[in-house]
């Protein structure tokens, strides 16, 4: 649906701006996943049918959606480095290869009216189980030394700092490397 790829485009756009450390990358990733976690719980329906909503297995599109909402915010916290990602992305990976399995014995036994229906649903999960896939194994180190390529100190220390949240001295001195950075940005304007 159209509705899927704008929101999937924003959610690019957000990694790049990411990426590129631009200012309103966090805001386009929480806001373009956030708002595809809250249109796949109550309105999977409409993403799984084709151009009519009476051609589906609304009780399957409803329960489908209500466990791919789970993988959208899965991938937001862990792209921010909010605890409970790992948390989400599992239960995504635990309930991804369910839906597989039970679409792929519906599609088996479904009228010909539906095959669009089954195939939009198995795409759908797909693609947001290689998602999760790669998320999940994916150390949060990795993803700060990817997001981070420019300044492998920042890397370090926000490595040190996220993996040991409660040491008191890694956030002091992650904080002092980030204050000192904006102090040396702001004399150079």
Known sequence: MRTEKVFASIFLVGLIFKLL????????????????AFFYFPLAFYFFCDKQIKRQNLALSIISGFFLSIIPIGVM????????????????????????????????????DLVLYY?????????????????YFTPTSTLIKIQHWDDAELARLKTQHFANPDNEEYAREY???????????????
């Open 175 to 189: 904080n002092k490397y980030i204050k000192r950075d904006t102090i040396e940005y702001n004399e150079t304007e």
């Open 77 to 112: 916290f862990k792209l921010q480095y909010w605890p409970g990602a790992q948390v989400q992305l599992l239960a995504g990976l635990f309930t991804a290869p369910i839906i597989f399995v039970v679409v792929y014995f519906l599609q088996k036994k479904s009228s010909e």
């Open 21 to 36: 450390h631009w200012p309103g990358a966090g805001v386009l990733i929480v806001i373009s996943l956030s708002t595809l």
């Open 119 to 135: 195939k939009n649903m198995f795409n759908r999960t797909l693609l947001l189980s290689i998602l999760t896939m790669a998320l």
